[in-house]
């Protein structure tokens, strides 16, 4: 079965450091992964996302995830936190076979700014 | 990308009614799903909304309790019935197309009283 791990429901940077979310999963073949953002009150917004290629995935705002195969991770990392980024921020993977259309989510990581 | 508007935003209803969630989608997409969510929690996928037949549910929802609409491409709607508080929650609308991104509305926030 598909899974996908978020092991910090917090993470906690100062402004202009920077940042890195994780994400492992675990999935039969290779995987399509995703990074969404959702700000208070908002609906998920996507990020950027994996599907083959570079290991090195540049999405919105400055973000970029780098797909790991032997670690099976992705973890979401920019080089300079702004306070704006702070929000809630979802890794996910799509299922395989019969679950081909559905996206999987991680239980979340709340990522916090401080000026 | 897609743009996926829903109505209503937010709604606060009595125990025992019926409310009806639209989702409008800017282009056609393959798939339409539906989810729920708990503020500051993870998505739970509640179905697949098929274009002219049954939604496809997941394990613990009833079509009885969602009943779900999708009668073209680009439109769908969920409707929750007989609603107690605990389906208090935050009710998100998703589309995509193959096996490429999905895209997400902006959310319902329905409180139950």
């Known amino acids: 079965a598909q899974s996908v791990a978020q092991p910090e429901d917090q993470v906690n940077v100062a402004e202009g450091n920077p940042l890195t979310v994780k994400c492992t999963y675990s999935?039969?073949?290779?995987?399509?992964l995703f990074w969404y953002v959702q700000y208070p009150n908002r609906g998920l917004q996507f990020l950027l996302k994996?599907?083959?290629?570079?290991?090195l995935v540049k999405g919105s705002y400055g973000f970029e995830a780098e797909f790991n195969k032997s670690q099976t991770s992705f973890h979401l990392k920019k080089p300079s936190a702004l306070v704006s980024d702070s929000a809630l921020y979802f890794c996910?993977?799509?299922?395989?076979?019969?679950?081909?259309?559905?996206?999987?989510f991680g239980s979340g990581t709340r990522l916090s700014i401080r000026p | 990308s897609a743009v996926i508007s829903q109505k209503p935003s937010r709604d606060i209803c009595q125990r025992g009614t019926s409310l009806t969630i639209q989702c409008q989608v800017d282009?056609?997409?393959?798939?339409m799903f539906w989810y729920r969510q708990q503020p500051g929690q993870s998505l739970t996928l509640i179905a697949t909304?098929?274009?002219?037949?049954?939604?496809?549910?997941e394990s613990g929802f009833v079509i009885d309790k969602f009943p779900i609409s999708r009668p073209n491409l680009t439109f769908s709607t969920l409707t929750v019935s007989n609603m107690s508080p605990e389906d208090s929650s935050i009710y998100l609308c998703?589309?995509?197309?193959?096996?490429?991104?999905?895209?997400f509305g902006p959310g319902t926030r329905l409180t139950v009283l």
């Open positions: 999935v039969s073949g290779n995987p399509y």
């Open positions: 994996y599907i083959t290629g570079d290991n």
């Open positions: 996910a993977v799509r299922g395989l076979g019969s679950s081909a259309s559905k996206i999987i």
């Open positions: 909304a098929n274009q002219g037949s049954e939604a496809t549910y």
């Open positions: 282009s056609q997409v393959t798939m």
């Open positions: 998703s589309g995509s197309t193959g096996a490429d991104t999905q895209y």
